[in-house]
Structure formats: structure tokens, C-alpha cells
């Protein structure tokens, strides 16, 4: 089935070590995007691409880091400068330009001890 | 930048009854406007959306209004059924951006 796959769905780790969230996605979709969802405050971007070996910062980038070396996968770093790493984080994909459907994955939740 | 505002928080309603979700957005650029449905342990997913050259959309049970002027847009749920129970998600995008901008989501409870 199509669709996509976030790994590992829940994740623990101790202050001050860098993870690393696995995106995939079998859509043939261009762009793909990371939120972060925390209660009351809905999804915050933290990184999205467009293309390819390309890609922009969201609202919420510092402390996170991304690459692109292939369409199909997203990684997203979390690293030791992220200051309240816990958190509940969302992979998405889109296909056409004008199409405004984001696909979401189920999610990793990373908790930092 | 946009902003997005959604009310309420939280929802109860009973089952049978109707639910409104109101969300306003600032940026009178934005054209489209999508809703998201998220299940426990699920990410969200898509369950209708309007564009801005519209004022309502009806999909079955569920309704969005858009009002420009007001820069305001509404979530309609009709004959509300326990399966409703989720939050839901507002969003708002800007012509030619490649972002969505989310409003802080509403819990929604379907008592029986």
C-alpha cells in the first residue's frame, strides 16, 4: 500500500544526545514536511521540502536538521541544542504543486529523560 | 506571516447533535482551506477543504463556510455519531506558498 512510514513510533532518549526520526514515503510525492505537535498549540513546521537535495526552515527549525539525498526519504535530526526535545513529530508528503493535500505518517514520539 | 486562531479547545457534544468549529486566519492572501481529522495514535488526515473562490462546501454530514471578508471559516458537523470523536485541525495556506499554517486543533467528544 502507499503511503507513509515514520520509524520508530516512540522513542527514548537522555538529555544531550542527537536522534534521528526516519521518514519514508512510496507516493512519488516532491515535497515532504516535519511537524512537531505538542498539546495546545496545534503543528508547528520545522522543516519541509520542495525537491530533491533541497530544502527550507519552518517556523521552528533551531536545534532540528534535515537532508533530502533522495525523494522517497525525509530524516529529521533532533539534536542536543533543541531545547524541550519532547514531543510528538509528524512526516507529511504532498504531490502536485497546486494539490493542497498533505499525507501524514502516525508519528514518532520522542521523549527526552 | 499567517496566524491561524481555532475555538474551541475542546467540545462535547451529544450524540445526534451538531458540532461548530470556527477558526479566523490574518492573512487576507490566504486561498485555501483545508480540515484535518486526527484519530489517537493516528496522524491527522484530510476530510474536506475549501478554496477561496467559494463560500461553502458540503461533503455528507460534514460542512466548511468560508466568510473572506470576515477572514473567518467553519467546520460543520451534522447527526454527530461516537466514531466523530477526534481532534480536528484547522489550516490555512497562502497563495503561491508551499505551507500550511495549522490552528492549535479541537478535541471533540461524541457522547452517547
Known amino acids: 500500500d502507499g503511503g507513509i512510514t515514520q520509524s520508530p513510533k516512540y522513542l527514548f532518549r537522555k538529555e544531550g544526545q542527537n536522534v534521528t526520526l526516519s521518514c519514508e514515503q512510496n507516493l512519488n510525492h516532491d515535497a515532504m514536511y516535519w511537524y512537531r505537535q505538542d498539546p495546545g498549540q496545534g503543528l508547528r513546521l520545522i522543516y519541509y521540502?520542495?525537491?530533491?537535495?533541497?530544502?527550507q526552515k519552518g517556523d521552528i527549525a533551531e536545534g532540528y536538521s534535515v537532508s533530502r539525498e533522495k525523494k522517497e526519504s525525509f530524516p529529521l535530526t533532533v539534536t542536543s541544542a533543541q531545547k524541550n526535545p519532547t514531543a510528538f513529530y509528524l512526516c507529511a508528503s504532498k504531490g502536485q504543486v497546486n494539490t493542497g493535500e498533505l499525507f501524514f505518517g502516525e508519528g514518532s514520539r520522542l521523549t527526552v529523560l | 506571516g499567517e496566524n491561524v486562531e481555532q475555538h474551541p479547545s475542546t467540545l462535547s457534544v451529544q450524540e445526534g447533535d451538531s458540532a461548530v468549529i470556527k477558526c479566523t486566519y490574518s492573512d487576507s492572501a490566504s486561498n485555501y482551506f483545508p480540515w484535518y481529522k486526527q484519530e489517537l495514535g493516528k496522524g491527522p488526515q484530510l476530510i474536506i477543504d475549501i478554496r477561496s473562490n467559494v463560500g461553502e462546501k458540503k461533503d455528507q454530514r460534514i460542512a466548511v463556510t468560508l466568510n473572506k471578508t470576515a477572514k473567518h471559516f467553519s467546520l460543520h458537523i451534522t447527526e454527530t455519531q461516537p466514531e466523530d470523536s477526534a481532534v480536528y485541525f484547522c489550516a490555512a495556506r497562502t497563495q503561491g506558498a508551499q505551507k500550511l499554517v495549522f490552528g492549535q486543533g479541537t478535541r471533540l467528544t461524541i457522547n452517547p
Open positions: 521540502s520542495q525537491i530533491v537535495n533541497d530544502f
